[in-house]
C-alpha cells in the first residue's frame, strides 16, 4: 500500500496501519464486485438457452437489477450512517450471495430474473466502502486526500475484478457446456467468500447517527424511482408511442415534489434535501446522472456497432465476439487507468479541475465516434480516452460527495451518486434502445431487410454520450474552487 502515501507541504503522511488493512481488504469487497460485473457477460447466450428464451428478454435481467438497485442504494447507505457502514455491508453482501446462488440453480425464468434482480444490492458496496474509509480517517488532516487515493484503489479493484471476471467467465462457459450450474457458482462463491473477508476484517465506522428510518419518505421516493425506472423501461421495451409508460414517468417525477417537500419538514429525512443544494454537491449528483448515460448505456451499442458487418450495410466493424472482447478491454484498462491517475492528479491541480477534466475527456472520447468510426484503431482510441476519464469519474464522485458532506452523511451523499447513476443508465437504455430500434426518427433506417440498426442511431447514441459529458464539465465549473480539498468538513 505504498500508493496510499500523500506528500503535504513537503511532508509525507502515511496511512495508519489499520486504514491501510481496510483498503486492502476492501479491494477483495471490489474485486468481488468486478466479478460479477464481468463474469455473466460472456454467458448471456447460454443463459438464454438454458431459460429457453429469446435474446431480446435478456433485456429484463438488466431492466429488473436497475429498478432494484435504484430502490435500495439510498435506503442501505442512509441505515449506513445510521446502524454502521460495515453493518450494512455485510447486510448486502449475505443478500448478494444468497441472490448469487439463487442465479445459479434458478430451475425457470421467473425465479432467475428474481434472483438476479436483487444481486443489484453490490450496487452500493462501493458508496458504503468510501463513507467507511472517509469516516475513520476524519480525525486526520489529509482525509479527505487519504480518501480519494483509495477510491482510486478500490475502482482498479474493480475493473481488475470484471477483466478477470470476463475471461473466467468466457473460458469456463466454453469448458462446461452442458453444465452451466457449475459455471453460474463461480460468482457466488466468490461473494461468499467475500461476506467473510468483510467479517473478519473491516471494522465499523466510527460516526453513527442513530435514529429511526425515515419510512414516509422511503414510501414516497420508491415509489418515484419505481415510476420512473419501470416507465423507461417499459418504453425501452414498447417503443416511444407507448402512452401509459410516459404516464408512469411523468407521474414518477411529480411524485418527487412532496417527497421534498417532506423531506424539508422532516428532522431526520431520508435525503438532506438542503445539503443536495449546496453549490459543491448538486453538480457531483447532476453529473453522476449524466456521466451514467454513457457509463452504464453505451457498451452495448458499442458491442452492436463493432459487430455489424460493413460489407451489408456500408459501416460497421465486422468483427467476430473475440475481437469485441478486446475492444471492451480495452475501455475497462482505461476505466482502470482512469482511477489509478485520479489521486496523482489532484496532486497537481484540485479534485474539482480533475473532475472537470474527466468529464471533458468522456464528452471528447464519445464525440470523436462522429467523424472516426470507420476503423478498429479509430474506435480503439476513441474508447480508450473515453475510458479513462469514465474511470477518474468512477472513482471520483463518491469521494467528491464525501467531501461535500457530512461525516453523519457520507452514506447517503456517496449513496446517492449511485443512485443518480443508475437513473442515468436507465435513461440511456431507453433512449439509445429506441434510436437504435430506428424508431427515434422517421428517417432511421439501416436497409430493407436488415436487423443491423441505423447508422444514424448510433450517430445519436454518441452524440447524447458527448453532450451529457459536456453538460457535466460545465455543471462542475460551478462547484466552489476549494471544494473537495485535503481537509474534511467540520
Not at 415 to 434: D, P
Not at 454 to 465: D, F, K, R
Request: proline content about 5%; glycine content about 12%; hydrophobic content about 55%.
Amino acid at each position: 500500500m505504498a500508493s496510499l502515501r500523500t506528500g503535504l507541504a513537503g511532508n509525507t503522511v502515511r496511512l495508519a496501519p489499520t486504514a491501510t488493512a481496510i483498503v486492502g481488504f476492501l479491494v477483495l469487497v471490489e474485486l468481488t464486485s468486478g466479478i460479477l460485473q464481468g463474469y455473466y457477460t460472456p454467458l448471456l447466450t447460454d443463459i438464454a438457452r438454458f431459460l429457453g428464451i429469446h435474446d431480446a428478454d435478456v433485456n429484463w435481467f438488466e431492466a429488473a437489477q436497475l429498478m432494484v438497485s435504484a430502490l435500495v442504494v439510498p435506503v442501505l447507505a442512509k441505515l449506513g450512517d445510521m446502524i454502521g457502514h460495515r453493518k450494512v455491508l455485510l447486510i448486502s453482501t449475505a443478500l448478494t450471495a444468497a441472490a448469487s446462488w439463487g442465479v445459479a440453480f434458478a430451475p425457470n425464468f421467473w425465479i432467475f430474473i428474481i434472483a438476479w434482480a436483487l444481486q443489484g444490492f453490490y450496487v452500493v458496496w462501493l458508496p458504503l466502502e468510501i463513507a467507511l474509509i472517509y469516516s475513520r480517517s476524519h480525525q486526520r488532516p489529509d482525509g479527505a486526500a487519504l480518501t480519494r487515493k483509495s477510491a482510486g484503489i478500490l475502482v482498479a479493484g474493480l475493473e481488475v475484478g470484471v477483466i478477470a471476471g470476463a475471461l473466467a467467465g468466457g473460458f469456463l462457459g466454453g469448458i462446461f457446456v452442458d453444465k452451466l450450474w457449475l459455471v453460474l457458482m463461480i460468482p457466488a462463491i466468490a461473494v461468499t467468500l467475500c461476506f467473510f473477508v468483510i467479517l473478519f476484517g473491516v471494522p465499523e465506522s466510527e460516526n453513527r447517527t442513530g435514529g429511526k428510518l425515515d419510512l414516509m419518505g422511503l414510501t414516497l421516493l420508491s415509489t418515484g424511482l419505481l415510476l420512473i425506472t419501470a416507465g423507461l423501461t417499459f418504453m425501452r421495451i414498447n417503443g416511444p408511442g407507448t402512452w401509459w409508460a410516459w404516464a408512469a414517468v411523468v407521474i414518477g417525477i411529480a411524485s418527487l415534489v412532496p417527497f421534498t417537500r417532506y423531506e424539508l419538514g422532516h428532522k431526520d429525512p431520508l435525503i438532506d434535501i438542503r445539503l443536495l443544494r449546496q453549490p459543491s454537491m448538486w453538480p457531483v449528483q447532476l453529473t453522476a446522472f449524466l456521466f451514467g448515460v454513457s457509463v452504464l448505456g453505451a457498451q452495448a451499442p458499442l458491442s452492436t456497432f463493432a459487430r455489424t458487418n460493413p460489407d451489408e450495410v456500408g459501416y460497421g466493424l465486422g468483427a467476430s465476439s473475440g475481437l469485441v472482447s478486446i475492444l471492451i478491454g480495452v475501455y475497462v484498462l482505461g476505466l482502470l487507468v482512469g482511477a489509478l491517475l485520479y489521486p496523482l492528479v489532484t496532486r497537481w491541480t484540485t479534485p474539482r479541475i480533475t473532475l472537470m477534466s474527466a468529464a471533458f475527456l468522456v464528452a471528447v472520447g464519445y464525440l470523436l465516434f462522429l467523424p472516426f468510426h470507420g476503423s478498429m484503431s479509430q474506435v480503439l482510441t476513441n474508447m480508450a480516452i473515453a475510458g479513462i476519464g469514465s474511470g477518474a469519474l468512477v472513482a471520483a464522485l463518491p469521494s467528491a460527495a464525501a467531501a461535500a458532506a457530512p461525516l453523519t452523511q457520507t452514506g447517503m451523499a456517496t449513496g446517492l451518486t449511485n443512485a443518480t447513476k443508475t437513473l442515468g443508465g436507465a435513461f440511456a437504455s431507453c433512449v439509445f434502445g429506441i434510436a437504435l430500434a430506428g424508431q427515434a426518427l422517421g428517417s432511421l433506417t439501416a436497409g430493407a431487410g436488415s436487423t443491423a440498426a441505423p447508422l444514424e442511431g448510433y450517430m445519436l447514441v454518441w452524440t447524447i454520450c458527448g453532450v451529457t459529458a459536456l453538460v457535466a464539465a460545465v455543471a462542475l465549473y460551478f462547484v466552489p474552487k476549494l471544494a473537495f480539498g485535503p481537509t474534511l468538513p467540520h
